[in-house]
């Protein structure tokens, strides 16, 4: 059965840094687009970041580019998304997801995630 999970999230004060990790079972991460998710009270879910099933496209939400960077380690089987320079306003529930259609997976397709996880809560707050 293929699962994501989520971890690393927290509660950490404004301009600090989380990591963090969606481990995958059920199938290598490598033969997915591993896209990172979040939704915010109230508002809609929005794609943050995404990484080619290759690595070689990577993508940010223009919100977060500069601040945050997406990894993966093929050899654990999980993908990482490093934050920087936390602002309230990255508050939200992060989820990670993966595309494993042939298309989806090799342009990081934001639209063609089939398999989620259920989130992991990062607060930003003094």
């Known amino acids: 059965q293929l699962q994501l999970v989520e971890s690393g999230g927290g509660l950490v004060q404004p301009g600090g840094s989380l990591k963090l990790s969606c481990a995958a079972s059920?199938?290598?991460?490598?033969?997915?687009?591993i896209g990172w998710f979040r939704q915010a009270p109230g508002k809609e879910r929005e794609g943050v970041s995404c990484i080619s099933s290759s690595g070689i496209i990577t993508k940010y939400a223009d919100s977060v580019k500069g601040r945050f960077t997406i990894s993966r380690d093929n050899a654990k089987n999980t993908v990482y998304l490093q934050m920087n320079s936390l602002k309230p306003e990255d508050t939200a529930v992060y989820y990670c997801?993966?595309?494993?259609?042939?298309?989806?997976?090799?342009?990081?397709?934001?639209?063609?995630?089939?398999?989620w996880g259920k989130g992991t809560l990062v607060t930003v707050s003094s």
């Open positions: 997801a993966a595309a494993t259609s042939l298309s989806s997976r090799y342009l990081c397709d934001y639209g063609g995630m089939n398999y």
């Open positions: 059920g199938f290598t991460s490598n033969s997915a687009a």
